[in-house]
């Protein structure tokens, strides 16, 4: 099993910055795939970025690709997320999340979400 846990996050201006961490315990060496994930009010969960560590590689939602900064180093925890140029439609609930090594599809383990608010 693999325990998340997200920090940081709060208020900014538009045009801002804000920093997520993802703090990751338990079993971490099963894990290949680590991720952002959003729930905006009212509307269905998004993907926001993920790192996989075969791949040596980073992944972006279209809405933050260019904007967001997944990143992670070999010992797979903390993850951060760098969200830069922040607009008022980034304000959800953010979520991390890990998925097991040698599996696609479904994350297996999940944060409990935290807030990220941006004005105008």
């Known amino acids: 099993q693999v325990q998340l846990a997200e920090s940081g996050g709060g208020s900014a201006k538009s045009g801002g910055s804000l920093r997520l961490s993802c703090a990751a315990t338990?079993?971490?060496?099963?894990?290949?795939?680590m991720g952002w994930f959003r729930q905006p009010p009212g509307q269905e969960r998004e993907f926001v970025a993920a790192i996989s560590w075969s791949a040596r590689d980073t992944y972006y939602g279209d809405r933050v690709r260019g904007r967001f900064t997944i990143s992670g180093d070999s010992a797979k925890t903390p993850v951060y997320l760098q969200m830069d140029s922040v607009k008022p439609e980034d304000t959800a609930i953010y979520y991390c999340?890990?998925?097991?090594?040698?599996?696609?599809?479904?994350?297996?383990?999940w944060g409990q979400g935290l807030q990220v608010t941006v004005s105008s």
């Open positions: 338990g079993l971490i060496d099963s894990i290949d795939v």
């Open positions: 999340a890990a998925r097991r090594a040698n599996k696609q599809g479904a994350f297996d383990y």
